[in-house]
């Protein structure tokens, strides 16, 4: 099986700022890969620098074997593509939008135009393919930006955050679509920080923080090793001196705020018997006991703790 | 076919696209048809009315004024729009390069150019201004119209603005001071000497001089002198705006 995507030891700095920190992970050819994390941890970033919009300042991109900086047409040839916040031309309709897109990736016109039709009514804009896509909902629009990343029928298809404030009805559309065409053979590199997305649609996910991956691994894997994590929040009667309970955090994630407390446990039985002999030799009373369940993110970013 | 010739082919076909783009989506837009066509008109005729000059004498300087404004008005207007309505990063993300996107922009300058200067042009044929040489002054309108229109996009290059107004004051402020040492409203060879050498500076200088060729005399500098200054002179601005907006696109995202 080949490898759709080769990210081998990228970085990009804008000015001080680390965007991207040594960062290597492959995407096999034929999967779903999605690409999680908080806002600002250098997601776009790495999505532009496969895309070949930003030149790394180190490292190598390979799209299925081509080097994107020593021959970036043929590598985007290959790649269907939908940026995060971009849009189609509003003063032109629909179908102009797809036909333009068509052409730039050299689809012959006759071709173009069939793909065009079934792309539109697939995402149930063809009867609206000649208004101008100014009078177009947000939702809309997405869909019509990723009939535009499908209409040279890419083998790679690259999406940031291709759902992050749509309405439900296109953001099921979308992911109904993600999924058949995967399941024709089309590999998926998708961007989000919805944890709950990458779980419905990919088989692996790396996690992004701060510019580097912290684990790239099976969805079921990140879900088992988060599993064992629990956030516990107790609140007592009274504030007092709980630097004592600090010692029950599993990574050193303890926070106080007044009466409440909140630590990261794995073994939840033990952790509260602690609690209640603690409740009980201090003479203070426990109001309220509740774990948390963390996101995946959330957790990795506690268990490495940065 | 060998294979960079169909590459080139095949990049100068994506370009005629953008060419399409951009006539769809910029020309009608307000700017344009303001700084191309209208401004163009008033400056002729608070030029030409209440003095007492032939048409032959003013057609240069009014051919010259229209081809310059209406060349470099579509231009610089397409890179701010494209980034303010983020456009701009799918069109990058498709297999174009980026001097195939700006040959579209300076092709789609350049017909609005044109298309524009026909004007002046015919009513100059139908008010029977004499041209000694039709296929010189057809050559020189295409000439100095591709010249102008690569200008236009060296003139968005910097600063990466996204406020397409803010350009075209920017603009404006860069091609109202050329007019006026263009020989455009007096012939070169009544300038005095520091009046030939500012002029030098300016391409549309060579445009209004090549327009008296055609026109039977007049001129300044030899033909062939001019030619090749508008020719190198627009490569030129071409290659340089290219390189610029290689280095600022990327502050087009954000
Ligand atoms: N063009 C840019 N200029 C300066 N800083 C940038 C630019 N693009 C991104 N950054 C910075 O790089 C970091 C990563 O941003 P980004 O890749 O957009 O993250 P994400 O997509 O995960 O939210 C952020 O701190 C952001 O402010
Ligand atoms: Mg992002």
Known sequence: MRNAIEVVNVSKSFGAIKAVDNVSFTVKEGEIFGFLGPNGAGKTTTMRMITGLIKPDSGVIRIFGVDILRDHIKAKQLMGILPEMSNAYIDLSAWDNLMLVGGLYGVPKKICEERGERLLKQFKLFDRRNQLVKGFSKGMKQRLLVCMALIHEPILLLLDEPTSGLDVESTILIREVLKKLNENGVTVFITTHNMDEASRLCERVAIMHHGKIIVTDTVDNVRDKTERFKILEVIFDKAADFTELASLSVNGDFNVSGERVRVVVEDVDSVVNRIVDYARNNSIRIISLNTLSPSLEEAFIKLTGS | ?254
């Open chain 2, 1 to 254: 076919m060998s294979d960079s010739s169909s590459y080139y082919l095949n990049q100068f076909k994506r370009s005629l696209l953008i060419v399409k783009k951009n006539v769809k989506v910029y020309y009608s837009k307000g700017p344009v048809i303001i700084f191309g066509v209208v401004l163009p008109m008033f400056l002729f005729l608070a030029y030409f009315i209440g003095r007492n000059i032939s048409l032959h004498e003013a057609f240069p300087g009014l051919l010259g004024m229209t081809v310059f404004f209406s060349s470099t008005s579509v231009g610089p207007t397409i890179a701010p729009w494209e980034s303010r309505l983020k456009t701009l990063e799918r069109l990058i993300c498709s297999p174009i390069s980026l001097w195939s996107i700006f040959l579209g922009d300076v092709l789609s300058s350049f017909l609005f150019g044109f298309l524009i200067s026909l004007i002046p042009l015919i009513l100059g044929l139908i008010l029977e201004v004499a041209f000694i040489n039709y296929f010189l002054i057809v050559g020189v309108l295409i000439l100095g119209t591709m010249c102008f229109s690569a200008f236009s996009i060296l003139l968005s290059a910097y600063p990466p603005s996204d406020m397409p107004s803010t350009i075209m004051m920017l603009t404006s402020l860069i091609r109202f001071p050329l007019i006026f040492i263009s020989g455009v409203f007096a012939p070169l060879s009544a300038l005095p000497s520091w009046g030939i050498i500012l002029s030098s500076i300016s391409p549309l200088t060579y445009f209004v001089d090549l327009t008296r060729v055609a026109l039977g005399g007049g001129n300044y500098y030899p033909l062939y002198l001019d030619l090749i200054i508008l020719a190198v002179v627009g490569v030129l601005f071409f290659i340089v705006a290219v390189s610029i907006h290689k280095h600022t696109i990327l502050k087009r995202f954000s």
